[in-house]
């Protein structure tokens, strides 16, 4: 009886310990601050604008009727080597996705940002605004060419 009386005894100890779970893995908890920068429906804080041309060298892009295939070309290739460790077509990674760019800006800002990253996150408000809503992961300077940001660009513009 002693046996039955030990045996439940530590049974329930042990079912009245620490109500902490052990937690596996990463985790990451959004803060008020983050959690409003998103609407309802997941979508971005960051102003449409455009009219916003950026920062640097490109004042104007004529992209004409249809899309450069063999420039696109060059320009998916660029991409891959320089800018998917941080982007995706799709969906959000440490940076915005990259489909539907020019619904939300402007060539000549997608250019200047691809060229002059570090002018444009200190200067432009757009640029700042996303840097705040990527955790203030900046985006690296990658030494393009203006032909190879325009490749990119027009890469973009298949997605």
Not at 71 to 92: D, L, N, V, W, Y
Not at 118 to 143: C, F, G, R, S, T
Request: aromatic share 8%; charged share 25%; glycine share 6%.
């Amino acid at each position: 009886m002693k046996k039955i009386i030990l045996f439940f005894g530590l049974v329930f100890l042990m079912s009245c310990g620490s109500s902490e779970e052990k937690k596996k893995g990463f985790e990451y908890n959004r803060t008020q601050k983050e959690e409003k920068k998103f609407n309802s429906t997941g979508g971005s804080s960051v102003p449409v604008d455009m009219d916003n041309k950026g920062i640097g060298p490109i004042k104007s892009v004529d992209f004409g009727r249809s899309v450069d295939n063999s420039m696109a070309e060059q320009g998916k290739t660029i991409f891959s080597q320089k800018c998917t460790a941080c982007h995706m077509a799709e969906r959000k990674l440490i940076g915005p996705a990259m489909k539907g760019i020019y619904e939300r800006r402007s060539p000549e800002w997608v250019m200047n940002m691809l060229l002059n990253p570090a002018e444009m996150l200190k200067q432009d408000p757009i640029a700042k605004a996303l840097l705040e809503e990527y955790n203030n992961v900046m985006m690296l300077n990658q030494n393009l060419s203006q032909e190879e940001a325009r490749s990119i660009s027009e890469y973009l513009r298949t997605l």
